[in-house]
């Protein structure tokens, strides 16, 4: 996986932009939006139309706020007793149990690919000797 350590400002990695929010403490609902290999700054960019897509879709009744944080961007939505906000947040990813899975599916498959050679070898070389020794 890219990224072991703290990354630059401009350099290149693997970013989750998250949506965070929604539910009461302590319970919140969290969701990966999507993965964005660049930049910060290029995953940030990404982030801030993903938000003010979703700021199109809120209800035109109720007063929303879009706050730029550090990492990326808060809605607030007034609603009748209290607010409703979501946090919208960039975070490298460091590690990825998929990607060892997938190095271990492509690694099975090259032995699997590599046992078909070898038997498909064997079975002509002993084609070949049978027909060399029919002569």
Same mark, same amino acid.
């Given at each position: 996986m890219k990224g072991e350590? /703290?990354?630059?400002? #401009?350099?290149m990695a693997r970013w989750g932009l998250l949506g965070i929010g929604g539910r009461q403490a302590p319970h919140y609902a969290m969701d990966v939006l999507e993965e964005v290999d660049g930049t910060r700054e290029e995953?940030?960019?990404?982030?801030?139309?993903?938000? =003010?897509?979703? &700021?199109? =879709? +809120?209800?035109? #009744?109720l007063r929303t706020r879009m706050? =730029?944080? /550090?990492?990326?961007?808060l809605l607030v939505t007034e609603r009748m007793v209290h607010g409703h906000g979501v946090h919208f947040?960039?975070?490298?990813?460091?590690?990825?149990?998929?990607?060892? =899975? +997938?190095?271990? &599916?492509e690694a099975d498959a090259a032995r699997r690919q590599e046992r078909a050679e070898r038997r498909a070898r064997e079975r002509a070389e002993r084609r070949n000797r049978g027909e060399d020794g029919h002569r």
């Open positions: 350590g /703290a990354m630059g400002e #401009g350099a995953a940030l960019a990404r982030l801030e139309v993903l938000v =003010r897509e979703e &700021l199109a =879709r +809120r209800p035109k #009744g706050f =730029r944080t /550090a990492d990326g961007f947040t960039v975070a490298e990813l460091v590690h990825d149990t998929e990607d060892d =899975r +997938r190095a271990e &599916l």
